[in-house]
């Protein structure tokens, strides 16, 4: 669950900032928030593996990379800061709270995709009401 709720916060960071999603795929509304199909099978059907526990190929054992712009990369790096030292369950309960892209989603199907623009809203709010904490 770890790695699925900091992949989808990473994303909504993306779309908030850079106005582009960091992963193609639309997220899905399960019960415990929102889930990746893809990582959930692959974690399904291989576990981890590599030194950190890395998602690999089954094949080759190379760990699984993407390429990325250097703003991707940093915001990942700002997610893992920010994120990286929370649990499962308090990421999980942190992305489907009342009012999130989850929530929306949930409640009109179970497992239904998450929209990309209900995600960089949610996101771009939580940006504006940081800032206006700071101030």
């Known amino acids: 669950m770890f790695i699925q709720k900091l992949a989808y916060i ?3 960071w ?3 900032i850079n106005g582009e999603p960091l992963i193609a795929e639309a997220p899905e509304a399960w019960d415990n928030g ?6 959930w099978e692959h974690i399904r059907d291989f576990g981890y593996r590599g030194p950190s526990n890395e998602l690999v190929n089954p094949e080759t054992g ?3 990379e993407e390429p990325l712009t ?3 990369r940093q915001i990942i790096n700002h997610v893992w800061k920010k994120y990286g030292t929370k649990s499962a369950d308090e990421l999980s309960k ?3 709270q009342p009012s999130t ?7 009109r199907y ?11 809203n949610h996101y771009i709010k939580l940006a504006l009401a940081g800032r206006a904490a700071e101030v």
Not at 34 to 39: D, L
Not at 101 to 107: G, R, S, T
Not at 110 to 120: S, T
């Open 62 to 64: 190379a760990i699984l």
């Open 10 to 12: 990473a994303h909504g």
């Open 101 to 107: 892209p989850w929530e929306n989603a949930y409640f």
């Open 34 to 39: 929102p889930v990746y199909r893809s990582i």
């Open 70 to 72: 250097d703003d991707e």
């Open 110 to 120: 179970r497992n239904a995709p998450l929209l990309n623009d209900d995600i960089q």
């Open 94 to 96: 942190m992305t489907h």
């Open 14 to 16: 993306n779309l908030a």
